[in-house]
């Protein structure tokens, strides 16, 4: 897997009390390479909690004014009536990687809607919710739709190297 330096993070939904302990490790995981490598984030949290980034360990790290973003959503899908589009080609992502929900619904939808607006997009199967059980029909739908399902591992490898490819050939 390789991941070009515009990728951007996007973790759907604060953290939780009824996130897997392992679920909330693997998004800290992959907020800490973002953070390290200077890729943009973005935290989409529901319209009710978007006041301001989720506490504890998820902003552990001061959050880089220019690479780290917060969004409302008020729609499953985090682009519906949201500025999440137009942050993103601010930013001039071209690839998502996505992460967090606390519900299908939200990843699904955010999905699809990124791949309808030509993203292409990896969805980081252990820094998801819904449970294991629900887990495996959600992510096969959206690999159907054209969506990289990744695991955390080849993700925080790819991370680690997106940065480096943009100092050695230049900014593209």
Known sequence: MRLPADSTLVILDAPDSLLPEETVANVESLLAAWREQSLPIVHVRREADAA??????????PPAAAAESVIARAADSAFEGSDLEALLDALGATTLVVCGALGHDALGATVRDGLDRGFRIFVVAGACWPAEETNAWSLAALADGEA????????????????SRRRRDGAR
Request: hydrophobic share 65%; proline share 4%; net charge positive.
């Open 52 to 61: 301001a980034l989720p506490s504890g360990a998820w902003t552990a790290a």
């Open 148 to 163: 990289r399902i990744v695991s955390v591992a080849s993700t925080l490898a790819a991370a680690a190297t997106a940065m």
